[in-house]
């Protein structure tokens, strides 16, 4: 290790005492326990009936849950070195754990869009498709290191996203469902907020504590519909 | 009357046995209120899942095992669960 890399290291403990990496930790340990216990507070649910709706929802906060463990870890780098620093030093490191962060990501919305959507979409073929979507998105994030891959990335997955959601809510028979649908739209704008701020995080730093906020805020309430009806 | 789906079914099913303690298949493939070709589809699939089981005495007897009231008592659970997030 260069005598920079320690000097790095050291300016980053200090660092990780100040209020930012402590927010950045909280938050993500929060989030994580609460799509953690999503997915094992819903497990007896889908026992009982192994419901594809149920599997997908669960397999989605899953997922969240892993994304956001290694989004906190590629934080938690990023305040230790500088990119530089970590090409210099992590190459391969860094590269997978980017890599691992935009494929759960990925997989997380589709799977929460599946769970809605699965007997719409009754072709298995949308499984495959989705992670195969998953994959090609971080690869390219990975091959392709500039500011307007990482748009056009998050672009598109947005209009799918409302696309799909539209869909879901103006084909659904309940019109009491309209706040399920917002709620879905908010994580999942957020959400790629989050993604967003991993790969160009000099960007939304202006609006990083109220990005946290309205995804915590999101998350709980998701959290709490669903131990309501669980009990 | 709305098609019942396939949680409903197996409700059903499940809830004639409870009433009952136990039954022969007969009886209650007709109280299912199913065609012949989708009970056996949905008697086997219970078999599989342990929610029910056949008790050998006189006659062949089905009866409820713990799993199947557990599925009982949450039913509503699910279906409300299901209903919230619209899966």
Not at chain 1, 43 to 56: A, S
Not at chain 1, 100 to 129: E, R
Request: a positive charge; one cysteine or more; aromatic letters at 18%.
């Amino acid at each position: 290790m260069t005598g920079r890399a320690i000097t790095g290291m050291g300016q980053g403990l200090g660092k990780f005492m100040t209020l930012g990496i402590g927010t950045e930790i909280i938050y993500s340990f929060v989030i994580i326990v609460c799509s953690l216990m999503i997915y094992f507070g819903t497990r007896e649910l889908y026992n009982l009936t192994k419901h594809k709706g149920i599997k997908y929802f669960r397999l989605s906060f899953l997922f969240f849950a892993l994304a956001y463990f290694f989004r906190s870890f590629i934080k938690i780098i990023l305040f230790y070195f500088d990119i530089r620093e970590i090409r210099l030093l992590l190459p391969v490191f860094g590269s997978v754990t980017l890599f691992i962060f935009m494929y759960f990501s990925a997989i997380a919305i589709f799977y929460l869009l599946y769970s809605v959507m699965w007997k719409k979409w009754k072709s298995k073929l949308a499984i495959y498709l989705f992670h195969l979507s998953a994959l090609i998105i971080s690869t390219t994030v990975l091959l392709f290191r500039t500011s307007l891959v990482y748009f056009t990335i998050n672009l598109l997955l947005l209009i799918f996203i409302i696309f799909t959601v539209y869909t879901a809510y103006h084909q659904s028979k309940k019109k009491k469902s309209y706040n399920l649908y917002i709620i879905y739209l908010m994580l999942f704008i957020f959400w790629i907020f989050n993604i967003v701020d991993i790969l160009v995080p000099s960007l939304l730093q202006t609006f990083q504590l109220f990005i946290y906020l309205f995804s915590l805020g999101i998350f709980l309430l998701i959290f709490y519909k669903v131990i309501r009806k669980t009990g | 009357m709305a098609k019942r789906n396939k949680l409903e079914i197996v409700k059903d099913i499940l809830k004639i046995i409870q009433d009952n303690h136990s039954i022969k298949p007969t009886p209650l493939l007709r109280r299912s209120n199913i065609s012949s070709s989708r009970f056996k589809e949905y008697y086997s699939e219970l078999l599989e899942k342990e929610f029910l089981k056949e008790t050998y005495g006189k006659n062949k007897k089905i009866t409820l095992t713990e799993k199947g009231q557990k599925y009982l008592e949450k039913y509503q659970t699910i279906i409300n669960f299901i209903d919230e997030f619209e899966l």
